[in-house]
């Protein structure tokens, strides 16, 4: 099922590079989410956007920056990678409604910054 | 700030004996509270959740018990089998649309 899904599924890079990662979901969600996991496995929240507007902005370092062109999509643009940046980044999205919800992950893009 | 322990980190099972995990939780408003499952190399994925106004849910051979009093809730998985083997997250919920998550259990099947 591809109910969530992101693009690439694998990114190699090397430090300095520029690059995206692509979510699209196709439930009819207001709320999308970007997740960096990191090698001892800790989900850490990076963004949030509900009906295209920001609503989520943890302490993340502006390189990165999220892009909703619409409900349905949720990108992620990464500046002057890092080899910190290696993780595992996950986006998700839930249904709307007032209260919180279970929330659907695409696959991942696995990042390695060299 | 608010904040979700879970213990332990890592818990091995003797296949068909049961598996506990437990998560306390620091935010008294938070009302909704999901376990996910990750297998190896995938998405986590949801398999229970409970909400504040239910002490208990049960799914087959997985359920969840709630205290709000104490602020803590736990995963309960019976009949333990190998495909059960996976990492297990709480999470707790924050506002509207957050979740604030446990640092993981991986549960290690033993046959």
């Known amino acids: 099922d591809t109910a969530v899904s992101q693009t690439p599924k694998y990114l190699v890079t090397q430090m300095g590079n520029d690059k995206s990662i692509k979510c699209e979901q196709n439930?009819?969600?207001?709320?999308m989410y970007w997740y960096k996991q990191d090698s001892k496995k800790f989900l850490k929240i990076m963004f949030s956007?509900?009906?295209?507007?920001?609503?989520i902005n943890e302490t993340v370092p502006n390189r990165f920056s999220p892009k909703s062109p619409d409900k349905a999509h949720l990108n992620l643009h990464i500046n002057s990678l890092e080899l910190g940046d290696s993780a595992v980044y996950f986006c998700?999205?839930?249904?709307?409604?007032?209260?919180?919800?279970?929330?659907?992950f695409g696959p991942g893009t696995r990042l390695t910054v060299l | 700030g608010e904040n979700v322990e879970q213990h332990p980190s890592t818990l091995s099972v003797q296949e068909g004996d049961s598996a506990v995990i437990k998560c306390t939780y620091s935010?008294?408003?938070?009302?909704?509270f999901p376990w996910y499952k990750q297998e190896l190399g995938k998405r986590p994925q949801l398999i229970i959740d409970?909400?504040?106004n239910v002490g208990e849910k049960k799914d087959q051979r997985i359920a969840v018990t709630l205290n709000k009093t104490a602020k803590h809730f736990s995963l309960h998985i019976t009949e333990t089998q190998p495909e059960d083997s996976a990492v297990y997250f709480c999470?707790?919920?924050?506002?509207?649309?957050?979740?604030?998550w446990g640092a993981g259990t991986k549960l290690i099947i033993k046959p």
């Open positions: 439930l009819g969600h207001d709320t």
């Open positions: 956007y509900n009906n295209k507007e920001l609503i």
């Open positions: 409970i909400r504040s």
């Open positions: 935010d008294s408003a938070s009302n909704y």
């Open positions: 998700a999205s839930s249904p709307p409604g007032r209260l919180t919800d279970t929330q659907y």
């Open positions: 999470a707790a919920s924050k506002g509207n649309y957050q979740l604030i």
